[in-house]
């Protein structure tokens, strides 16, 4: 079945974006932020802002890297469980899906979409999250946990089919994985032992974005005052641009980093210590995930760092999508697919 296939993965950082349409793939992100649009008088600036405007329920919102620069404070779509019940959710899917078409991308009316919801909140947030989202798409929507993106970028190919020494041993069964999603608001876990999701391990923890506020305050003891988004940057790129000086970073990153990174390996000794021996690999993702890979790796000699770790969740997400849509009915035969 010849069927445009997406992936979103709507962070609150970035949304990351993959689509597989006419046997190709489209990938990008762009920033998570959202404003109500105002009127921009440079004919420029208010034609690029045209391409990240969207209508939602009546209303007119900027979102990605215009409501960044022209919105001021406070654009970021926020850290509660209850924001995909926001306009501003709402406005990033439309977006996403805006960006789709303009870049070019067939048969978004009738699409299958992919998205993710924490692992705490996920039984009672998804059917909820797939309706908001179908209101929005007006098309087919299926909700699985964020990590199960990880888990089917790593035995999944691009064409959705199971890779043979990633999926199952030399008997034939299923091997066991558990993975580690390390986003901006939550850290999630999933663990699948035999090709089965096992419920004793799938749970949440903070994410990375409490080191943002934790960084603020270091580089203010240091005189350099720089707001949430350059925090957010530092994370990232280690320096931090102070007086139009490019100023290093990485120690403080480091100790801002320090309390949240020892939360989330204290978490994953609760949740998967007991199993970790024995499985096939630990799989690290997320934007965090660059953070906590030395010290997983030490820890668990098995742990295996995703290829590009931040677009993992959506790559995964679309080959699930592929591999059901385009390959048929085949995943659905296997307790790992279709316990979500």
């Not at 962070?11 to 009127?39: M, N």
């Not at 850290?79 to 789709?100: F, H, N, Q, T």
Request: net charge negative; charged share 20%.
């Amino acid at each position: 079945m010849n069927r445009t296939c997406i992936g979103l993965d709507i962070g609150r950082s970035a949304v990351k974006v993959v689509s597989h349409a006419s046997g190709l793939f489209d990938r990008f992100l762009f920033p998570s932020d959202v404003c109500e649009a105002f009127h921009i008088a440079d004919e420029a600036t208010a034609a690029e802002a045209a391409n990240e405007t969207v209508a939602v329920e009546g209303r007119t919102y900027f979102t990605g890297e215009t409501a960044r620069l022209q919105g001021g404070r406070g654009t970021n779509i926020g850290m509660d469980d209850d924001w995909i019940e926001k306009p501003g959710y709402k406005a990033l899917v439309a977006s996403a899906l805006a960006r789709l078409k303009a870049r070019g991308v067939k048969g978004l009316e009738d699409a299958y979409i992919v998205i993710g919801s924490p692992s705490n909140v996920f039984d009672h947030q998804k059917d909820k999250l797939a309706e908001i989202t179908k209101s929005v798409a007006g098309t087919d929507v299926k909700v699985i946990p964020q990590p199960a993106g990880a888990y089917f970028q790593h035995v999944l190919n691009q064409s959705g089919v199971p890779v043979k020494e990633r999926f199952s041993g030399d008997d034939g069964q299923p091997l066991s994985w558990a993975v580690i999603e390390i986003g901006h608001f939550t850290t999630d876990f999933l663990l699948v032992r035999n090709g089965r999701h096992i419920a004793g391990a799938f749970g949440s923890c903070d994410g990375m974005g409490s080191s943002v506020k934790r960084l603020a305050a270091i580089l203010a003891d240091r005189g350099i005052r720089v707001g949430d988004r350059e925090c957010h940057a530092a994370l990232i790129a280690g320096s931090v641009k102070h007086f139009g000086q490019k100023v290093d970073v990485t120690k403080d990153v480091a100790e801002a980093v320090r309390p949240v990174a020892q939360l989330i390996l204290a978490e994953a000794d609760t949740l998967l210590s007991r199993e970790v021996s024995t499985l096939d690999g630990v799989l690290l993702a997320g934007g965090g995930a660059v953070f906590l890979a030395e010290t997983l790796s030490e820890k668990w000699p098995h742990t295996i760092l995703l290829e590009e770790p931040r677009m993992a969740v959506a790559n995964g997400f679309c080959r699930f999508a592929v591999g059901g849509v385009c390959q048929g009915s085949w995943n659905m035969s296997h307790a790992a697919f279709n316990s979500f």
